[in-house]
């Protein structure tokens, strides 16, 4: 199981240190409005698929509340049928949807987990509620 913070479930993006810091950087300023997974993560956590609705804790290398996000849309997919339209909102900086596919490919092979073209993915939405411990609001960020 995913850790939780309060009732709700932790969101650790990438890997930790300066991929997580980048990554966590980018959905408190607002250009990462989405994230994908893998759909095979969420049965071997023991994981429900995120909610329209639901509130996230977006979180540092060490568990420690950053932010809090909510779910604006989720859709599972198979890889190869991921749009551009969601891959840009990411806000990773890739130029095209073959650089955000040969990058998300590479991440998942050094985390142990071959992707094909029909690979199921978790494409979620988020929108930034609010952002440090402190609970400052920061609006909605877009979907």
Known sequence: M???IGDLRTLALGS???????LN???LSGVK???TGLLSEYATEGEELEHVGERLALVDDH???IGVVEVT?????RFAD?????ARSE???DRDLDEWRTGHRNFWATEGSAVTDDTLVVCVRLRLESAGAGGTTSGDLGT
């Open 16 to 22: 930790p240190g300066q991929m997580r810091d980048r």
């Open 82 to 86: 991921v749009t551009w339209d969601f």
């Open 33 to 35: 409005t989405a994230t």
């Open 25 to 27: 950087s980018l959905v």
């Open 63 to 65: 568990d420690a509340l």
């Open 73 to 77: 849309a989720v859709e599972v997919v």
């Open 91 to 93: 806000g990773e900086g």
């Open 2 to 4: 995913w850790p939780r």
